[in-house]
Each structure stands twice: as C-alpha cells, then as structure tokens.
C-alpha cells in the first residue's frame, strides 16, 4: 500500500507539470484544468479513502498540499507549512447514555425518558459526564439570558438567533457554538437546543450509489454516521459541557410545568423582551459516556506568497478551503471529489499561479483547513490562534464545494446551472460583493447571491463561519448540493472541470484586486439595520 500510494503521489506530480508552463515560467491563464483535475483524482482516489480527519489518509493529504505550497516557493510559518493542533477522538458508549426528565407538576411527579434520535441527539463535542440538575429556559442565548442564574443548571436554547436582528447576525444565521460558549462561561452544567420544526430549505435526495471507480456500491451509510459514534473534537478549550439537541416535542415536555411551548415562547420572543425564566418543578439528567477518549495532533497547512508593498504587506488576503472529508463506512468510500477535493484543488493552483505571477501588494495567505466535517474544527482552532493577525486579515474568500450543478428539486437560482456559482456571506459583506461583481466581468459566471434571502443554512456551514465570527470579512464560494453530496458517488470523474475552472479563476482576479494597494479594506457589516445598504439580488 505505501508503494503504490508513494507511486500515485508521483504520477499526480507528474502528470500536473507535464503540460504547458511550470508555475515559475509565468502565468497567462492562471488556472489549467488539467491541473485540477489531477489533484481531484489524487485526493479522491479510492487509496485515500474518504481523507477522514486525524486519518493516516488525511496526513498524505496534508503533506501532498505541502509539498506543493513547496514547489510553488510559498513561504512557511515559522519554518512549517503546518499548524499543529491537538484533537481528541471519543466513541460514544450508547448503552451508558441517556436523556432523562423528572417532571413535578400540580403535586405529581412524573419521569420521562427519552429516545436517542427520535427524541435527542447527543452533542458529538464534550466530556465523559453526568448531570442531574435544574431547567432554565434560555430563550435565544443573547439578551434572554439577563436577569436567570444558569450556574449549575441545564439551560435550553432556541435554534436559531432572534428574529429582531439584534444578535451578531442579525437573526438570519444559526450560531449554536457562540451562544453556547456564553452559556458554558455563565456556568451552565449542561446545554440542549431545540431542534427546529420549521420546514428546512430545499436539499436534494441522496441516491442510491451506482458504480464507482469501477465497482458496483449497493448500499448507502447516512452521511456522517460514524462522526457520532466516532466524534472528533478540540483538545482546547476543553468541551467542559455535555449538550444535545433535542425536539420540539422534548422540549414542550420540559416547559409543561411552566405552561408554555416552543410555538407560544417563539411568538412571544419575536417582541425581544427579554424572555429567560426558570422552568419550576422540572430537573433534567444527561449522561454522556464514553468509551474511548484518546488525543491525536493534526494539522492545518498554511503558506504565504509575499506582498511587495511597504506599508501594506502585512496585510493578508487569506484562500482558503478545507481537505477533510467523511471518511469511509465498511466497503463505501466516500470520496469527497466535490466536497471538497474540488476547493482544495483550487486552492494549491491559486498558490502555484500567485506564486509564478506578479508580485501582490498585500501578501495572500494560502490554508487548507483539517476537520471542517467534525464542525469546522480547524479553522475554528486557526481564529482561536491566528498565525496572521485576524486585525491585518483583509478578507477570507472560501472555496467549498465548487466542482458540481447544484440540483436541488424546488429551489430556483441562477440560469444555467453549469455557468453558476452561489457567494455565501455577502448579506454582511456588500464591499466584497462589489469587488467580486467587478472581478467577475472577465470570468463571465452567474453569480447566485439566494443563500442570502431563502433561509439557507450554508453560512454556517463551512470555514468562513469561523472568521465571521470575529468580524473578519468572508465569502465562500459553493456550487450547491447535489444527489451525490456525502455519498460514496461525489467521485472525481462527476466534476464539471471547466466551470471549476472559472470559479477559480473568478477567486483569483478577486484576490488579486483586494490585494492592490489601491482596493480600499472591504467592511464586515455585522447589523441588520446596516445591511439594508447592501446590494440585493
């Protein structure tokens, strides 16, 4: 197995410097197809089965990235293309778990016990730990929070923010880790958020899988299934909290004895008073146990092409995407050609062609983020522990997901699909916006801004989420769901090789002018009032 892969490693090397220029003859066409195309097969090769995170498969995967960030002449941090961070492995130990009530109402007192999956889903981050403790209500997360105690306490939390606008992200974005993070440092002993009801926006059916690199794949595991029995999270801080997500149903069972539900807190939190309260008569228990809990350091991959500008080359235009995918289930391999060996593709051709090019004025930091399926861990770890300065951080533009048609039944985008490109984030970011239209004259793309407007739930779905957090202006670009979206057939040989390519170089004219001295530093517009300027669809 180590030879052949050593082989394939080779032969992907090859094959990419085979024709036309090599990256430090100068660039006409910044991107080759053939290029990305290459690295596809590699990083979706059946060898590499899945690139899981903290896998043997993910660190060639990070090393292939390296090796090219290499050859380009980026420049490492600190002596390293890597930053080393440590992770922790857990496997759930289910028959220990459990989601319990004890309910006292009207002089009765009665036990609930609830069902794993219909009823709640364990949080994959946390502790080996048992609660027994009482229930507030915690309403949004963000103002409901004043005038409750939640030290000791089991807190239950709505979804999404509040409608009002008056959280980070205006009421249209699902911040779970954020509110969660202020739950955890007023004391809470344990956290459950409500699942939502409401109808989620469009996403296609998985399919069955049909031949794959030449074999037949009969059956289909759920996407990510081996995540939660197998959970990947941060070693620091440490997840102190043990939570899960809970339905609706769940928790109208723990409101009863305060007389309320889901529905009637929903509607009377749309006024924004403040609706926090303690829930009398009701204590929750919560185990989650484990049966493994083991450390494993991984690795995001960063290089740096140099800004020439004297007073602006500290400043860093960051491309970004991630190399994780889901791994593999028994004899399926879920490949990850599209998600997201495709921005991962982009990204080291980005590097190549900036690195054999005309020297920017800011520098352009290239990072490949490692655990973006355990929940966008990596970069998660990189805004906790900048090697660039987030205030010196211009802009992050993240590739996820850019190879494929997005064919989602009902959901109506740009036409045609196969000349289309969805910009993720920029309700918070109209500068950006601006300088992507402007970049996008010379590529000729449908830019799809809907994910702004129809209730998508894709700006908190990958890396950019991250430096969002912390104000730093983002985009992703995405190409949508598809059948074959965390099935064994997201395989190198579906990808839209030419529309990729537009895509790529549509970041790369994008990067190039916010990296000239002359582009002003685009705004992150963080309120809803504020973004009424921003230019709509």
Do not use: C
Not at 473 to 493: L, R
């Amino acid at each position: 197995m180590r030879i052949v892969m050593h082989a394939f490693v080779i032969a992907a090397m090859l094959a990419i410097s085979a024709h036309g220029q090599t990256p430090r003859e100068g660039v006409l066409d910044p991107v080759r197809i053939d290029a990305l195309k290459a690295h596809v097969y590699f990083l979706a090769a059946d060898e590499m089965k899945g690139r899981d995170s903290l896998s043997p498969e993910g660190r060639t995967a990070a090393n292939y990235i390296a090796a090219f960030f290499m050859r380009a002449g980026l420049r490492p941090i600190g002596g390293s293309y890597f930053q080393r961070f440590p992770m922790v492995q857990q496997r759930l130990d289910r028959q220990r778990s459990y989601l319990k009530a004890t309910i006292e109402s009207n002089g009765a007192v009665q036990e609930k016990t609830f069902a794993e999956g219909s009823d709640f889903t364990l949080g994959r981050n946390g502790p080996d730990a048992t609660v027994d403790a009482p229930l507030v209500f915690g309403g949004y997360g963000d103002d409901d929070f004043k005038g409750i105690d939640v030290k000791g306490k089991v807190v239950l939390l709505m979804l999404h923010d509040s409608p009002s606008g008056d959280s980070r992200f205006g009421g249209r974005m699902n911040i779970r880790e954020t509110k969660s993070d202020v739950a955890r440092k007023m004391g809470a002993a344990a956290i459950l958020t409500v699942r939502s009801n409401t109808t989620p926006a469009p996403r296609p059916p998985q399919i069955k899988s049909g031949p794959v690199s030449g074999s037949a794949v009969t059956g289909m595991r759920p996407a990510g299934a081996d995540r939660m029995t197998v959970p990947h999270m941060l070693v620091n801080p440490p997840p102190d909290v043990p939570s899960a997500a809970v339905s609706e149903q769940v928790a109208d069972t723990l409101l009863t004895g305060a007389g309320e539900t889901i529905k009637s807190l929903r509607t009377s939190l749309n006024g924004r008073s403040p609706q926090g309260m303690e829930v009398a008569g009701v204590r929750v228990q919560l185990r989650r146990a484990l049966a493994e809990n083991k450390t494993i350091e991984t690795r995001n991959v960063i290089g740096i092409v140099e800004g020439k500008h004297p007073r602006l080359n500290d400043e860093y235009v960051l491309i970004t995407a991630h190399y994780d995918h889901v791994g593999a289930g028994g004899p399926e391999i879920f490949h990850g050609a599209d998600d997201n060996a495709s921005g991962t593709a982009a990204a080291i051709a980005l590097a190549e062609a900036f690195a054999a090019g005309p020297p920017p004025d800011r520098s352009i930091a290239f990072i490949v983020f490692e655990a973006e399926e355990d929940g966008m861990l990596g970069s998660a770890y990189y805004a906790m522990h900048p090697v660039l300065p987030l205030a010196n951080t211009v802009a992050m533009l993240n590739m996820d997901m850019i190879g494929r048609n997005e064919e989602v039944p009902g959901l109506k985008g740009v036409e045609p699909v196969d000349n289309a490109v969805n910009l993720v984030g920029t309700l918070y970011n109209p500068d950006l916006r601006a300088i992507i239209e402007r970049a996008n004259a010379s590529v000729g793309l449908g830019l799809d801004y809907k994910t702004a407007t129809n209730g998508s739930d894709w700006f908190g779905r990958s890396d950019h989420i991250s430096l969002a957090a912390r104000g730093v202006p983002m985009v992703m670009f995405n190409t949508g769901e598809h059948p074959d979206y965390h099935t064994p057939n997201d395989t190198a040989d579906r990808i839209n090789y030419p529309k990729m390519a537009k895509i790529t170089r549509l970041v790369y004219a994008t990067a190039r002018a916010l990296s000239d001295a002359r582009t002003q530093r685009p705004r992150f517009v963080r309120q809803t009032s504020a973004t009424s300027t921003a230019p709509r669809p």
